[in-house]
């Protein structure tokens, strides 16, 4: 391996490392993406912060002690159970999910809001 090699072997591994910490948090703007999907400013932001977390030495525990420190457990797509996210894994009777539960903004026209 070339001395150029590593810096980019490095970025790949800091890469691969967030986007696996990102998609385990839910947008806490939609809630229906993870972080690493959404296109919310506070998941754009969320993901900054989780590189710079591992840039700087943290371990993947700590950086989901942080993130859970600071929006609660709920934002985990996989929160321990108790009673206070019991209700999130709840399945939902005969809920079929539409485009517009997705994270995406839509112009919804006047007449029919």
Do not use: W
């Not at 800091?14 to 806490?28: E, K, L, M, P």
């Not at 700590?62 to 985990?76: A, C, R, S």
């Not at 894994?89 to 919804?108: G, L, Y």
Request: net charge positive; hydrophobic share 30%; charged share 35%.
């Amino acid at each position: 391996m070339e001395r150029n090699d590593v810096p980019l072997k490095k970025k790949q591994v800091v890469d691969a490392r967030a986007r696996n910490i990102s998609h385990n948090f839910r947008c806490t703007e939609c809630g229906s993406q993870s972080i690493e999907d959404s296109q919310a400013d506070i998941a754009i932001l969320l993901r900054k912060l989780i590189r710079d977390e591992i840039q700087s030495g943290k371990s993947d525990k700590e950086i989901y002690k942080k993130l859970e420190d600071d929006f609660g457990e709920t934002v985990f797509y996989a929160p321990k159970f108790d009673m206070q996210t019991a209700a999130l894994r709840r399945p939902r009777e005969n809920q079929k999910r539409s485009s517009i539960d997705n994270c995406q903004h839509v112009a919804v026209p006047l007449d029919l809001r």
